[in-house]
């Protein structure tokens, strides 16, 4: 599944763009609490084509726009909106890819290191040199059930 090694300088270059896409975008994002992002309508695909005609139509129709509402502020959001989905969902597909190879490379290293474990772990049963020692080791970093800490009766009475 996974078998193509990402160059050490790639992924250096992926991580400097990354940052400077963030960089450059980070003037004009905002940061919404969890209440407020629950509480705003959202614009999505769904509701993306009432709002670009409302828009087109707003504009050419100013006579129906209520005076409170800011066309300017209108277009500036519309716009802004719209770039951003294009964005998003560039991004998501980077995202995806990532996690989807994440998950894959981690798998197959887990399942690696899990062969590796086990090999020690029957040399050292054998008294293989050495095999003890590194058993050991992964044995006090190996992911599984920790047994529970037995309460010491003597030292819990005094």
Do not use: W
């Given at each position: ?109 887990y399942q690696a ?46």
């Amino acid at each position: 599944m996974h078998n193509k090694a990402i160059p050490a300088n790639v992924s250096k270059e992926v991580k400097e763009k990354l940052t400077e896409a963030f960089n450059l975008l980070h003037p004009y994002m905002i940061a919404l609490t969890p209440a407020e992002r629950q509480r705003l309508p959202k614009m999505g695909e769904k509701t993306l084509s009432f709002v670009s005609k409302a828009y087109e139509l707003a504009q050419n129709n100013q006579n129906f726009c209520p005076q409170y509402l800011d066309m300017n502020e209108f277009r500036i959001d519309y716009e802004d909106a719209t770039q951003l989905l294009v964005l998003k969902t560039i991004v998501n597909q980077v995202y995806e890819g990532i996690v989807d190879t994440e998950i894959a490379a981690g798998s197959e290293a887990y399942q690696a290191a899990l062969l590796f474990y086990d090999a020690v772990k029957t040399a050292a049963k054998k008294d293989v040199y050495g095999a003890k020692a590194i058993y050991e080791e992964l044995k006090k970093r190996f992911p599984g059930r920790r047994k529970p800490d037995v309460p010491n009766s003597e030292t819990d009475s005094k």
